[in-house]
Every structure is written in C-alpha cells, then in structure tokens.
C-alpha cells in the first residue's frame, strides 16, 4: 500500500486503541508491537520514561519490540535520546553515523527518531525508533510518531480516573 495510507490506517488504528485499553502501562506495549509489526522499515521500537525522583535524571528502557539495546538506561547527557529529552524537541537523525551524539542499538541502524512524551506540560519520557533505512522518518512519520506520543501522553494523564 502507499505509505500516505499505510501511515493514515496505522494513526487510526492507534488512536482506537488508546480509547480501548484502560492505561498507558496497557498502551505503550501494544503500541510498540503495532508500529513494530505495521511499518516495517520501523525495526526497533521502544519507550524510555525519566525515572521518577532520579538525581541526575535517567531515562529507562521500558516497553519495546526489536532486538535488547545495549543502552537500557541513559543519561540527560547522552545520546539522541538524551537529546530529545533534555530539548523537549523531537529529534530526527537521516544518517545516525554522521551525529556524533549516537549510542548505537544495532550495526544495520541507519536512520532515528526521538520524540517526547508530555505530561501536563512536562517531558516524562520518549518515543524512540529506530530503521535499517537511511532518512526514514519523512515529515508524515514524524507526524505519526509524534500522533502516538501525544496519545501516551494523554493516556498517562487521565491513569487512575
Ligand atoms: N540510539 C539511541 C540509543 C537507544 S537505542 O537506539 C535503542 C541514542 O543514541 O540515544
């Protein structure tokens, strides 16, 4: 299918599914295998959320589909995911080799994306994908990407109602 309707059927698809489960403990894995399993050139998909209280502050692998990540924790300071965090801005890497910033997953990643998850206004956490394609994360991934951090976002602020 056209990626603009593959993109457009997995959106929807998401935003079901964050009505139907009852929490963000509940969505995150199952967002995870829907992005990992529907778009295929996304081949490691994963949250890291800021762990509560942590001095210095440290992100932490939590629900994620793909290979173990030698990184499971990291630093404000390191990393893209780092990055994104510590901006609030969604970071895109075309060519992960070319940043000097990157801690590498896997040898055949090419290209990443790093979104922010917010709650009430404040980062808790991230979004982080991964591809073996250089540049995959064209304007329309980015706003898909972006979609499903709000829904997690949202989602964490309504836990407990
Ligand atoms: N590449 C990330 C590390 C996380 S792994 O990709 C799963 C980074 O540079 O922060």
């Given at each position: 299918m056209h990626t603009a309707g593959r993109i457009e059927e997995v959106r929807n698809q998401l935003t079901e599914l964050a009505q139907t489960v009852p929490?963000?403990?509940e969505l995150m894995p199952a967002m995870v295998k829907v992005l990992h399993e529907r778009m295929l050139e996304y081949n490691w998909v994963g949250f890291y959320l800021l762990e509560p209280?942590?001095?210095?502050?440290?992100l932490v692998l939590g629900a994620f589909e793909g290979a173990m990540t030698p990184h499971p924790?990291?630093?404000l300071n390191q990393g893209i995911c780092g990055a994104a965090a510590s901006s609030s801005l969604t970071v895109v890497v075309d060519?992960?080799?070319q940043d000097p910033r990157y801690l590498a997953c896997?040898?055949?990643?090419?290209?990443?994306?790093?979104?922010?998850v917010f709650v009430r206004?404040?980062?808790v956490g991230e979004l982080?994908?991964?591809?073996?394609?250089?540049?995959?994360?064209t304007s329309e991934h980015q706003e898909l990407?972006?979609?499903c951090a709000r829904l997690v976002g949202k989602k964490f602020e309504t836990d407990g109602q």
């Open positions: 929490s963000s403990q209280g942590a001095q210095p502050p440290m924790r990291i630093p060519d992960v080799n896997s040898l055949e990643t090419k290209s990443e994306i790093v979104v922010p206004g404040k980062v982080d994908i991964d591809s073996h394609f250089a540049a995959a994360f990407v972006q979609h």
